[in-house]
């Protein structure tokens, strides 16, 4: 186990962990525990996109037009639990945490994330939770390194070859689709979403993180080494 750097937790330090990388690269629930470990808080920015998504989906918005999509980004209240041991998403005051996990949500999404409108709109609210958390906070998704927090003490791509990608996505949603829709989800929306935000390669800076090779706690150490080492 990595000991935490001491300094690391000066009282009014800034630290923010910026980490990004495609579907099933391990980045959620490595960033989760990772923020457990530092005591920081934890953004899920991918959950707001799916929020959003879930929004308008339920108001039977058409996802092809690009103003409802905006305006529904900005006028929609979420409210995410950035506390690493609460997982909980409300659109509008409904629990929406478990809705926004559902195949319908995950294939619709890319429609959101690719609005540039609804884009601007979350980076605001994302940069604003960054602030609000007092600059302690491990932020991830797909634009974290370059464009919600390029000033992030750390910043991070965790990467993994496709093939582990699509084992780790298939266990995590232990069976419930098919090998099929598995494939749409995890390569079809990287793909799609690669249109507007570059994560497959690492900005000057971005430390890249191979976790192909690695199991969870592995991956964990790796992070957690790496932000020890840069951020002194
Ligand atoms: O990480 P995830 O699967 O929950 O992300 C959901 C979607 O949101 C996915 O299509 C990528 C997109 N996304 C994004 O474009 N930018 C982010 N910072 C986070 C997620």
Not at 69 to 90: G, N, Q, Y
Not at 152 to 174: D, K, N
Request: aromatic share 4%; glycine share 6%.
């Amino acid at each position: 186990m990595t000991t935490p750097d001491p300094a690391l937790f000066r009282q009014g330090k800034s630290l923010v962990i910026a980490i990004d990388g495609p579907s099933g690269s391990g980045k959620s629930s490595v960033s989760r525990e990772t923020a457990r470990r530092l005591h920081a808080a934890y953004l899920d920015t991918g959950a707001m996109y799916r929020a959003v998504t879930w929004h308008c989906l339920d108001r039977g918005l058409d996802l092809a037009d690009a103003a409802a999509v905006e305006s529904a980004a900005k006028a929609v209240t979420i409210e995410l639990s950035t506390d690493p041991d609460v997982e909980s998403v409300r659109v509008d005051g409904v629990d929406v945490t478990e809705a926004i996990r559902e195949p319908r949500v995950s294939t619709a999404v890319s429609a959101v994330a690719t609005t540039l409108g609804a884009r601007a709109e979350l980076v605001r609210r994302q940069r604003q939770q960054i602030v609000d958390s007092g600059r302690r906070i491990v932020a991830e998704g797909r634009d974290i390194t370059t464009v919600v927090a390029p000033e992030a003490e750390v910043r991070i791509l965790l990467t993994a070859s496709e093939e582990a990608r699509l084992r780790r996505r298939g266990e995590q949603l232990e069976g419930t689709q098919s090998a099929e829709q598995l494939r749409r989800q995890v390569t079809h929306r990287d793909k799609l979403d690669s249109a507007v935000v570059n994560f497959s390669q690492a900005a000057d800076g971005v430390v890249t993180i191979d976790s192909s090779e690695l199991d969870y706690e592995q991956t964990v150490s790796a992070v957690l080494t790496t932000i020890f080492g840069v951020a002194h």
